[in-house]
C-alpha cells in the first residue's frame, strides 16, 4: 500500500472518530438529531456522505 492512501485512509478514520465524538456531545447538550445532522454535514462536507453521516449517527446512539 502506497504511503499516500495509507495516510489518505488514517486521516479518514480520524475523522470518522472526531464526528462521532461530537454527534455524542451535542446529543449530551440537548441537540436534536435534524440540527446534530445538520451541522455535521456542515463540518464534514466534501469527507462524508450524507449516507455516512445517519450511519455514523446511528452508530453513535
Request: proline share 0%.
Amino acid at each position: 500500500m502506497k504511503l499516500q492512501t495509507m495516510l489518505r485512509d488514517t486521516e479518514r478514520e480520524r475523522a470518522i472518530e472526531d464526528f462521532k465524538k461530537s454527534a455524542n456531545r451535542m446529543r449530551q447538550l440537548g441537540a436534536n438529531e435534524a440540527n446534530i445532522f445538520k451541522m455535521l454535514k456542515e463540518d464534514y462536507h466534501g469527507q462524508l456522505s450524507d449516507e455516512e453521516i445517519r450511519k455514523y449517527m446511528n452508530e453513535t446512539k
